[in-house]
C-alpha cells in the first residue's frame, strides 16, 4: 500500500534573467512549454522548457514552481536558444537557496531561434506521493523595453511528472483487456459480441448512441434478458453495418429498441424486420416515461421493493450504478435536475401504483438529486427509507457506489472508463453486470482511491471500455500495483 504524505508543498522559484526583448512581427505569439514526463521514485527525469514562434527574444525572466516534498533539482543544462551569451548557473547542492537564480548575458544579440531554453533534471524522491506534480512557470519581464519597442507577450503551456509506482512483478498480474472501436457504435458491437458470443443470447437490445438516458435505465432490463446493449447513431434511417454485423454474428432473433422514434427511427425499426428478426419498442413522450416503463417490464419479471433514481440529465451517476442495479433486479429511475421539490410526474405515478416500494438510493450527491426530494418520497409517495450513495465528484461517487454494493462483485473482475464522456461505456455497464464487476469511472491520471480499490481487489482482469483520449492504457497501468512489461 502507498503510504500517503500531507504536506505543504514548498515552490522553489528559478529566475532565467537576461537584458530586454526585440519584438519581430509573428503569426502566432512566443509559447513557452513546459514538457510532460512520467517517472517513478527514485528515478531521475529530464524536463524541458522550449520556445515556439520565438520573437526574436535576446532576455527573458522566468519563474519555475514545482513541489520540493517530491522533487529535486539535481542539474540545469543551457538550451540551444541563448547560445551565444554567457550562462552561470547557481548552487544546486542541497538546500537550495530560494529564489533559484540562472543567468543568461546575451549582449551579442539573438537570432530567432526556436529550441529548448533550458533543461531541468530531476530526481523524484522515494517518498514522493504518486500522482501528477505539475510543473508550472511564469514569464516575469522586468526589464521594460525602451525606444518605443514593446515588450513580447508570451503564452505559457505549463507541464508536469506524473509519479507512478515502481510495480512488482507478480506472476498473477491481471489481464489488461480494451474493448473499443472506431465509434460509439462499433465500441459497443464489440463489447456485444465478446461478451456473448459464448452464450446463447436469442435477444439483443438497441438504443440512441446519441443520448445517454435510454440505454442506461435499460441496463437492468437488458442484463435481465441475458442480452447485449446495441447503438446506432441513427445515421439516414438505417442501421450501421456493425449492428449488422454482430446481430448476424451473435444470431439475434428478438431486439428490443429502447426508446422512441426520434431516437431510433420506424425506419430502423422496418429494416431490422426485413432481416427476419423480431422487433418491438419500449418508449414514453420522453427520458423518464420510458425510464418508467422499462421498470414497468422489470417488476413485472420480478416485484422489488426498491429502486435507484438518479439524475436524467447526467449519465455518469447512473452510468456507475448500473451493474449493482442490474444484479439487484432494481430500476434505474429518473429525476430531472437538482433544485426540484418533485420527482417528474412519470416516476411518482409508478411509485405510487407499486405499494410494495418501500425504499429508494439516490445515486449523487445535492446537486444530482435534491435534498428536498428526500422529504416529498417519504411524505407523498409511501417511501420509508432513503440512501444517497454519493461523493464529492462523479470520480468519488463511482468508487462509493462500489464500496456501497461491493458484495455484490464476487468476480475478480473491474472493469474501467473514462468518467469525461459517455458513449463507450453505455454497452459496458451491462457487460460488467454479466461479468458480475463493477464500472468505475477514471480521470486519466493516478489517483489513490482508484489504486486502492486494485490492491484490495487483486483483479484477474481488467476491462477498459474506449479508446485512448480520454483514458489510455498506460494510466490504467499505472494505477495498479504491477509491472507490465508490453
Not at 516575469?140 to 503551456?157: C, P, S
Not at 426520434?262 to 423518464?288: A, M, W
Not at 436524467?312 to 429511475?333: K, Q
Request: glycine share 6%; net charge negative.
Amino acid at each position: 500500500m502507498i503510504r500517503k504524505i500531507i504536506s505543504l508543498a514548498v515552490a522553489a522559484m528559478l529566475l532565467l534573467s537576461v537584458i530586454t526583448v526585440f519584438p519581430a512581427l509573428a503569426a502566432e505569439k512566443p509559447t513557452i512549454t513546459v514538457s510532460e514526463e512520467r517517472a517513478t521514485p527514485m528515478d531521475n527525469v529530464a524536463v524541458t522548457l522550449d520556445i515556439s514562434n520565438n520573437a526574436d527574444i535576446s532576455g527573458l525572466i522566468l519563474e519555475l514552481s514545482y513541489d520540493t516534498t517530491k522533487l529535486q533539482l539535481k542539474s540545469v543544462e543551457d538550451g540551444v536558444v541563448f547560445d551565444e551569451g554567457n550562462f552561470t548557473p547557481g548552487p544546486l547542492q542541497p538546500p537550495i537557496n530560494l529564489p533559484y537564480r540562472l543567468v543568461w548575458n546575451d549582449s551579442f544579440g539573438s537570432t530567432q531561434k526556436n529550441g529548448t531554453l533550458v533543461t531541468l533534471n530531476f530526481i523524484v524522491l522515494a517518498d514522493a506521493v504518486l500522482g501528477l506534480t505539475p510543473i508550472t512557470i511564469e514569464v516575469k519581464q522586468t526589464i521594460d523595453a525602451d525606444l518605443n519597442l514593446n515588450k513580447v507577450v508570451f503564452e505559457v503551456e505549463n507541464g508536469s511528472i506524473t509519479i507512478a509506482n515502481k510495480g512488482t512483478e507478480h506472476e498473477n498480474a491481471p489481464d489488461i483487456y480494451n474493448y473499443f472501436g472506431s465509434n460509439r457504435v462499433e465500441t459497443a458491437a464489440e463489447i456485444a459480441v465478446a461478451g456473448w458470443i459464448d452464450t446463447y443470447a436469442p435477444t439483443a437490445f438497441l438504443a440512441s448512441g446519441n443520448i445517454f438516458a435510454d440505454a442506461l435505465s435499460g441496463g437492468p432490463l437488458v442484463y435481465a434478458n441475458n442480452a447485449p446493449l446495441l447503438l446506432t447513431m441513427n445515421t439516414a434511417n438505417l442501421l450501421e453495418e456493425f449492428v449488422t454485423d454482430a446481430f448476424e454474428e451473435l444470431q439475434v432473433e428478438n431486439v428490443v429498441i429502447l426508446g422512441g422514434s426520434s431516437s431510433v427511427s420506424d425506419e430502423i425499426k422496418e429494416q431490422i424486420r426485413s432481416l427476419g428478426i423480431k422487433v418491438r419498442r419500449i418508449s414514453g413522450i420522453n427520458r423518464y416515461e420510458t425510464a418508467a416503463k422499462v421498470a414497468e417490464e422489470l417488476y413485472e419479471r420480478k416485484p422489488f421493493t426498491s429502486i435507484f433514481l438518479a439524475d436524467g440529465t447526467n449519465f455518469p451517476d447512473a452510468l456507475s450504478a448500473t451493474p449493482p442495479a442490474a444484479l439487484l433486479g432494481l430500476p434505474i429511475l429518473f429525476t430531472p435536475a437538482a433544485g426540484r421539490s418533485d420527482v417528474n410526474t412519470y416516476t411518482t405515478d409508478f411509485l405510487k401504483s407499486k405499494p410494495l416500494i418501500k425504499n429508494v438510493a439516490i445515486m449523487g450527491g445535492d446537486s444530482s438529486v435534491g435534498e428536498p426530494l428526500i422529504a416529498k418520497l417519504k411524505s407523498s409517495y409511501g417511501i420509508a427509507e432513503v440512501e444517497r450513495v454519493a461523493g464529492g465528484d462523479r470520480y468519488e461517487t463511482s468508487t462509493a457506489i462500489y464500496a456501497r454494493f461491493k458484495p455484490l462483485f464476487t468476480s475478480k473482475t473491474l472493469t474501467v472508463t473514462t468518467g469525461a464522456v459517455f458513449p463507450d461505456a453505455l454497452a459496458g455497464g451491462v457487460f460488467a453486470a454479466k461479468l458480475t464487476a463493477p464500472i468505475l469511472l477514471m480521470r486519466n491520471r493516478y489517483t489513490q482511491e482508484i489504486y486502492d480499490i486494485v490492491v484490495e481487489m487483486n483483479p484477474r482482469e481488467i476491462y477498459k471500455f474506449g479508446g485512448e483520449q480520454y483514458l489510455n492504457i498506460q494510466t490504467l497501468k499505472d494505477n495498479t500495483p504491477y509491472i507490465y512489461n508490453d
